[in-house]
């Protein structure tokens, strides 16, 4: 059954059991989810307008980025699910991401040459980085230092470094899209050419291609494997994340686009967008746990799973009288 949405907040014991949560963006329902990726149950769903679809999630503090395509607005959401702020963006922003060392954000222009570094505590845009056109997904190093970018309609990759703003960039396939980074090399998902570039940061060269299912979106790993969600075949590639080697391909629902694991590297979260729903998969199994129904449209681009709010404290116990 499909969820009703209410303007407003539903908290329905918003602390997840697992100490995570996926944000679930619906762009077609105008809808934001939180739903616990261990038993599946949606603990809150947000209306937010404008066509929600790229999301990031900071991996410390919790604190969700919903990228607004129709209204260019970055919405700062709490753990909680509660709107703190709403920041207007300059361009057709898409897509996001989160630097884990200063929790600025940055925002991907869509419709042209570049990504905009956001202060998402004082509501503004510090910088702006060049990239190539149409850049889409973005990643950042562990450490801070690298963003990269998929640049789709350059059929590149940007390199750059966070704080000079210097930049390099890589040719890999056609169309990329979603960019992931893991174990010193850069992942790009080539949407036209169906197979995923791989590039290593150290020597900034091209290392392999992977070929994958048709029309790819985006990637996440987990338990030494990776995952890419193949769009027109409604399915996931599974390759193995050192030899780099297809493992096996995985059925799962109607138009598969964003991606995402959890911390632990046990649990694989897919947003079908065509089927309104959320799969979760045991990565090493590779078997289906859950479908969960969403609402209408779940994309859910970018790294959409974080830690959940902190249990509330006790109240103090009353002294007998």
């Known amino acids: 059954m ?12 918003a602390v997840t059991a697992s100490g995570e949560q996926a944000v679930i963006t619906s762009q077609n329902a105008g809808a934001v989810s939180f739903v616990d990726p261990q038993s599946g149950a949606v603990t809150a769903t947000l209306a937010l307008p404008g066509k929600p679809a790229a999301v990031a999630v900071d991996p410390s503090t919790g604190q969700a980025y919903v990228v607004a395509v129709e209204t260019a607005l970055l919405h700062v959401l709490s753990p909680e699910g509660v709107e703190l702020r709403r920041i207007a963006l ?5 897509g996001v991401a989160v630097n884990p060392v200063t929790h600025h954000v940055y925002v991907s222009d869509w419709q042209g040459v570049e990504i905009h570094e956001v202060d998402p505590e004082r509501g503004r845009v510090l910088r702006s ?11 950042v190093s ?10 789709r309609d350059a059929n590149r990759i940007s390199l750059i470094d966070a704080a ?19 174990g010193g090399r850069a992942f790009a998902v080539n949407v036209l050419s169906d197979d995923v570039t791989v590039v290593d940061l150290a020597s900034r060269r091209v290392e392999a291609s992977i070929p994958v299912g048709p029309h790819p979106y985006a990637l996440t790993f987990a338990s030494g494997r990776g995952f890419v969600t193949n769009q027109y075949g409604e399915s996931l590639t599974v390759f193995d994340a050192t030899s780099l080697e ?26 079908n967008w065509f089927s309104d729903s959320l799969t979760i ?21 970018g790294s959409f799973i974080g830690p959940s709010p902190a249990p509330p404290a006790a109240a103090p116990a009353q002294a007998a009288r």
């Open 2 to 13: 499909r969820l009703l949405l209410a303007a407003a907040l539903l908290l329905a014991g």
């Open 129 to 139: 980085f060049a990239t190539g056109a149409a850049p889409s997904g973005i990643a």
């Open 90 to 94: 300059p361009g057709a922003p898409f």
């Open 246 to 271: 297809v493992l096996a391909t995985i059925p799962v629902g109607e138009y598969p686009e964003g991606i995402a694991a959890t911390a632990d590297g046990r649990r694989v979260l897919v947003a």
């Open 142 to 151: 562990a450490d801070g230092a690298l963003i990269v970018t998929a640049d």
């Open 281 to 301: 998969l045991d990565a090493s199994s590779l078997g289906i746990l859950a479908e969960v129904a969403m609402p209408e449209g779940p994309r859910a681009f």
């Open 164 to 182: 000079s703003g210097a930049a390099q960039s890589v040719a890999v396939g056609e169309h990329p899209f979603g960019i992931t980074l893991h």
